[in-house]
């Protein structure tokens, strides 16, 4: 295997890869051409990555699994699911995409993850973790019923498997005996001891014909003898429990084999294609390394799992750092503006702010701490900080525990995936009215990982639920006192704040709060004709001010999803003739909802506009280009209103 120390800007000679048009040409190849492939994809998966960049480390360390996989499946008509996605590059490399990879995530072109509607090869759409068992079980159970002969292989990382969904699948894989290959790619992050010689001897040997054969028929001949099956089953549970952790899922009905190396593509290859003539439910297990062939990526797993486009320079993309803070507090620079900071970075700094004033505040992330930027809080508060790895439903429910015992718990979650944690939400933290901060990250669309991550629904789900308090700051000033009022407020409360940077506002380094359900008024309509008035919610305050200017029209910045400024929308709604509400969400139940609902109750006659993202889901691409796209930006809502005026 060729390593890599830099990312090849021109695009590398790939004389066997570019012969592959669909994989099944790999089932054909030996074990010295299936290498040779093998170095050739991970060296045009650096170049394309390089150009259009995206999701890095994760496919690097399946180059060889991707191989193996299709090479010993005949997919499309075997199934193969990948569980998340970002590991897929390679796969849809060798399915006919590799010419279209560099518009990987970009508005138009290829999407970051598997999608049906894309290629017949991608057999189920993915983006969230830990679905791949359900969803390949799903399939496996469907061809027993219509009587197919079909593998279906699943593909799932440690990190996904800490989800209880994933462990819900496998228990149920085992009790209906289903015909599943299930692969757990383990990147060196948790479950087993290193690889080692005598491991990769024991996969071989028990997923061999010989084996199987002689397992299987000892099993008839012991059968007649009373006891002497359940003794043989012991025997061979206990000795291969000593070299290998197969205990958890031969319990939950699997044959376990493993671990094997995941970059050893002859014995990948041989396990694999053994394990396809087996019965059953299988568990393999494949030790690999994230990053693996870029040196870089390989000493910072962390900081490589997506690049951005390699610059025209040729210089590799650094890795993702969290933003440290501008200033140590009490320092102050006159002389320059502030530099425009990410919401994720605010929440960060305040959230370490909080925690030295209150001693009561927990930290809690279902495996974001880097994306979330609870990085500097781990390292100064560890006693108080939780990740719960991928379990987004545990960690709502720790912090409603957490919270009847008076502490003070902060989930810092993505808006996409708290989705995942909606019950736990309503019945664990809002029925019992519980004391519980969500600091929801990624409201909004969030550009190239398209529908599966934007934060389309969340003030929809969110303003329905009895008791919740539902903040959305215009600005990172107004997202940290927001964080602050959410912090104080004695029950549920969620503050929602975009992917990306804010409008450059002086972050203050105080900790007071706004008032909840309180708006601020930016602009005063004046003039001749209609009178209008913008409703803006969270970040569309930005273009609501330049359409205000355009219209010589009213600007209100709610700040407050739920409760509503009661006063200011009625105000509102009696001096002026046409009310728009604005914001960064689907208008079907979003805050817009709430305005209307608020005027039909007073029995206001008011006309209304709702500007918001459609009831469609919205593709991947630019934030920028995507809001246009739905008509949100100031170009857009000047459009619509105009519109609606005549």
Known sequence: ??????????????????????????????????????????????????????????GLGVVELTVALHHALETPHDRLVWDVGHQAYPHKILTGRREAMQSIRQFGGLAAFPRRSESEYDTFGVGHSSTSVSAALGMALAARTRGEKRRVCAVIGDGALSAGMAFEALAHAGHVDANLLVIL????????ENVGGMASYLARILASKPYTSMREGGKKVLSHLPGALELARRTEEHMKGMVSPATLFEEMGFNYIGPIDGHDLPTLAQTLRNMCDMDGPQFLHVKTRKGRGFLPAEADPIGYHAITKLEKNGETPPPFKPTQPAATPGE???????????????????????????????????????????????????????????????AVTLAAGLACEAMKPVVAIYSTFLQRGYDQLIHDVAVQELDVTFAIDRAGVVGEDGPTHHGALDLSYLRCVPGMVVLAPADEAECRALLSAAYHHPGPAAVRYPRGTGPGTLIPEHLEALPIGKAEMRRRAGGEGPKVALLAFGSLNGPAAEVAERLDATHLNMRSVKPLDREEVLAAADEHDLLVTLEENVVAGGA???????????GRRTALLHLGLPDVFVEHGKPAELLAECGLDAEGIEASIRRRLG
């Open 1 to 58: 295997m060729k390593l890599f120390d830099d990312i090849p800007v021109e695009r590398p000679a790939t004389p066997l890869l570019d012969t592959l048009e669909i994989p099944a040409a790999l089932r054909a190849m030996n074990e010295a051409q299936l290498v040779q492939v093998a170095d050739e994809l991970r060296a045009y998966l650096l170049y394309s990555v390089g150009v259009s960049g995206g999701h890095f480390g994760a």
């Open 185 to 192: 790619n383990d990147n060196e992050m948790s479950i087993s």
């Open 332 to 394: 102050k620079n006159e002389a320059s503006p502030p530099k425009p900071r990410k919401y994720c970075n605010v929440f960060g700094d305040w959230l370490c702010d909080m925690a030295a004033a209150d001693e009561r505040l927990i930290g809690i992330t279902p495996a974001m701490r880097e994306g979330s930027d609870l990085v500097r809080f781990s390292q100064e508060y560890p006693e108080r900080y939780y990740d719960v790895a991928i379990a987004e439903q545990h």
């Open 592 to 602: 817009g909802s709430g305005v209307g609902e608020l005027l039909a109750a007073a």
